[in-house]
């Protein structure tokens, strides 16, 4: 029976199968030569996670832009605080992102390029935030680049940083109500309340039409969550017009390494990421940080030798720039390390190692590995023919 053939990574969806890994779909009834092609038969996972990792990116960059380690908050729960700086003197070239977006669309056909401001604070340095779209939107035009960002929001807003606000998709960082916000989130301006500033900013960006870009993500430790005040916060954000809000946990930090219960409690329930993890998205993510260099991750905690923009000058050498992207998923990647991801998990497409994602964890995953209950998702989802919303118009062109 053709279910003994299939590969592991591969789920049934009215008649249609569908390979998690590649992300490809064929009607049941494929033949087999046209299976094996598509890395659809049992023993070939190997050579689907090798394409999935390795595959060029699909007409599209993402740069995550670290526009300054400056930040005007000290958070107890921030997983860069060893990085942060009183004062980033580093500017990243405007001109020099403009050339390596070029480079990229000329290997690739990259039509969409997608901008994400984080930091540090980047709010600090909008004018140069800005300085950066504007360039890329001058070379690319507007309609091809979508820019989004970070911030606590919680300094005075002057009219770059405004213009900044009203061109992206914004994050808010506002992790509950006043007491609970202001435990975890400390500003180095003492005589700031950062609660009341974020809130009241918050207030005033929805006034001049901003809250349909505007999320906020509240990030909540246990030793301040209260569910009565939960409800209590989500009912203030309500008030003001506010009405895209994620409410998480903590992840464990290298100056808290000890994870409290909500988030032990997050790792027991069962989540599916369509996308690998951002650090992973091979050449169709860079992260370019303040001293005008690609690193490796966000963190850019285990690179060495990041690769720095500044020396390629007026060319870039895309595939030298590829080597060292494969070469750094293969030294980082934990998933490729652990025999019951690679060898025995048939849903790691929609985990990438998820318990595997700090310091704390990475010590010994299989103690926090929920592959049985993110299966019976993924088979829940497939027999009711939702697991991806393309499948279907897919089946019949191969790809999705």
Known sequence: MLHNLTSRYVVRTEGVLYNTMTQQSLPEDAPLDELEDGLFLAGQEGESLERRLFS???????????????????????????????????????????????????????????????????????????????????????????????????LPLDADSVRLLSMSYVDVSLDGLEDQHNWQRKSADKSVNPHRRTFCNLARLVKLGMGERMTVQAAIQQEVYDPEKQREFFKSLLKIGVKKIIYGTCYPTRQNPEPDQIYLDCL?????????????????????????????????????????????????????????????????????????????????????????????????????????????????????????????????????
């Open 268 to 400: 027991k329930t069962p989540k599916m990421f369509k996308r690998m993890c951002c650090d992973y998205r091979y050449m169709g993510l860079f992260t370019v940080n303040s001293k005008n260099e690609i690193v490796g991750d966000y963190f850019g905690l285990s690179d060495a030798e990041p690769l720095k923009l500044a020396e390629f000058g007026t060319s870039y050498d895309m595939e030298s720039l590829e080597r060292h992207y494969e070469a750094k998923i293969r030294g980082r990647l934990n998933i490729l390390k652990d025999k019951t991801c690679t060898d025995k998990c048939p849903v790691v497409a929609y985990c990438w190692g998820g318990c595997q994602n700090s310091e704390f964890t990475a010590k010994e995953p299989s103690k926090y590995c929920n592959m049985t209950g993110l299966k019976e998702m993924v088979d829940e989802l497939a027999s009711r023919d939702i697991l991806t919303s393309n499948v279907k118009a897919s089946a019949c062109g191969g790809k999705s």
């Open 56 to 154: 060029p990116p699909k007409e599209e960059l993402s740069l995550r832009i670290l526009p300054t380690w400056e930040c005007n908050l000290r958070c107890n729960h921030c997983c860069v605080l060893g990085l942060l700086k009183a004062r980033d003197e580093c500017k990243i070239d405007p001109a020099d992102l403009v050339r390596l977006c070029r480079a990229h669309k000329e290997r690739y056909g990259t039509r969409k390029f997608n901008v994400s401001f984080l930091g540090g604070e980047c709010l600090i340095k909008a004018r140069e935030c800005l300085e950066i779209l504007e360039g890329l939107i001058g070379e690319f035009g507007q309609e091809n680049v979508n820019c989004s960002l970070t911030t606590n929001l919680a």
